[in-house]
Each structure stands twice: as structure tokens, then as C-alpha cells.
């Protein structure tokens, strides 16, 4: 079983405030970790796929990056807003198999 | 109608029961795959369908019966369901199976399954 962890497991913010948090992974035989975004009652939302390590991706205020020596990744979002409360999964890619944390759950109070 | 749709998204049924989900794909994908969410608990994989050939099966009891008839429809067929198997099931679909672990998956929004 290939446990990825993520903290915190919830979140809550003030709208201005910039907010990140933390996946975690096996870092053996690693070929890609996900990101996605899921608000409640829609479809879970892809943000990020990343493979190599050091990578870097950005998407508006949201942005992620990856270190596969170690087995992390960090999710970053800058002057969080109302519309980014959803939870946040990240997901280690293997194989045709993706292995999901159980989520942050981010709440920006206005 | 675009992306990955769900029917029905909300489903109540008894212990002796047959139902099933459906699942629709618009991308022209190849692959698809159902997802269960209990609460608290990670997505977790239940089956993966290749070209239409099922390529993985984790370990699901046989109450929970799939089919790939094509490669834009996926359906889970539901039969004397225990209350333990309340929960989401996600449907999701990619490009490929590229083996490698890379390729997106892309989610539809779930079947809220209450089984009493």
C-alpha cells in the first residue's frame, strides 16, 4: 500500500491570507503526484500532474511544488479567496493506479 | 454535454436491491475507472477498464459488478448491498493507462449511495 499523507486534514483562513499545505509520500518508485481540487457536490478538479523533482507549477494564486528525494509536496495559494474553499487531494500516479490522500479541507472566511 | 457525467447522483436502496451507475465520458478517452469515498476515508480504486477490457480489480467483493460496453460509457451494477457500502462512487476517465502513473484523470461527480 502506498500511503500518501496530507496535513492539515482542515483549514480555515481569512480572505487576504495566503495558505499552504503539505503532501506526503513514498518516495521510492515514484513516477507522478496530482493535485486536485474538489468543491462540494461538484467533480473533483485537476490542478497539477508533476514527475520531476524540483518541479515548480503555477495556476493564477494557486502553485505547487515537488521534491521526490524527500517524498513531498507543498501546495501554496496566495491571497486566498472565498471561491478557493474546496478540498485539496493530492495523488501519487503508479502504474494505471493513483493512491489519494484524504484531503485538506480549506475554508476562506470572508 | 461535456466531460464526465453520473447518473443517477443520488441513490437509496434496500439490502436486496439491484441497481445500477452509470457513467458517461465525453472526452474520447480510453480508460475508465469507479472510485469509492467512505467517509473520512481516501478515494480509493475499485476498477480500472482499458479499451474497454478491465485491467484491474482491487480486491471488490462480487456484489459490486462492473461493465465497459464501449469506451464512453462505464456502468457499476449494485446487488444485496450491505449498509457498509454507502458511500460516493466516482467514476473518472483518462487518456490512456500509460502505465506510468502521469496521465489526469478526469472525475465525474459522484453517485451518493445510501443502502439501507
Known amino acids: ?110 | 454535454e461535456t466531460g464526465v457525467t453520473q447518473t443517477p447522483r443520488h441513490l437509496v436502496m434496500g439490502m436486496t436491491n439491484k441497481k445500477s451507475l452509470k457513467c458517461e465520458q465525453h472526452l474520447g478517452h480510453n480508460a475508465m475507472y469507479w472510485y469509492k469515498q467512505s467517509a473520512k476515508k481516501p478515494l480509493e480504486l475499485m476498477f480500472v477498464y482499458s479499451l474497454e477490457e478491465r485491467v484491474e480489480n482491487n480486491s471488490v467483493p462480487s456484489r459490486f459488478s462492473p461493465e465497459c460496453p464501449n469506451s464512453s460509457h462505464l456502468f457499476l451494477h449494485l446487488h444485496t448491498l450491505q449498509p457498509e457500502d454507502s458511500a460516493l462512487y466516482l467514476c473518472a476517465s483518462s487518456q490512456d493507462t500509460s502505465g506510468w502513473g502521469t496521465d489526469t484523470q478526469y472525475f465525474g461527480p459522484g453517485t451518493r449511495l445510501t443502502v439501507l
Not at chain 1, 21 to 40: D, G, K, M, V
Request: proline content about 5%; overall charge neutral.
Open chain 1, 1 to 110: 500500500i502506498l500511503n500518501v499523507e496530507q496535513s492539515p486534514q482542515s483549514l480555515h483562513v481569512q480572505e487576504g491570507d495566503s495558505t499552504n499545505f503539505t503532501c506526503s509520500f513514498p518516495s521510492s518508485n515514484f513516477y507522478a503526484l496530482h493535485w486536485y481540487r474538489w468543491e462540494t457536490a461538484k467533480s473533483p478538479e485537476a490542478l497539477f500532474v508533476m514527475t520531476l523533482n524540483g518541479d515548480e507549477k503555477k495556476k493564477g494564486r494557486i502553485s505547487a511544488t515537488l521534491n521526490t528525494k524527500e517524498g513531498y509536496s507543498y501546495l501554496y495559494i496566495k491571497g486566498s479567496q472565498p471561491e478557493d474553499s474546496a478540498t485539496y487531494l493530492c495523488a501519487r500516479g503508479t502504474g494505471n493506479q493513483f493512491y489519494f490522500g484524504t484531503g485538506t479541507s480549506l475554508t476562506v472566511i470572508p
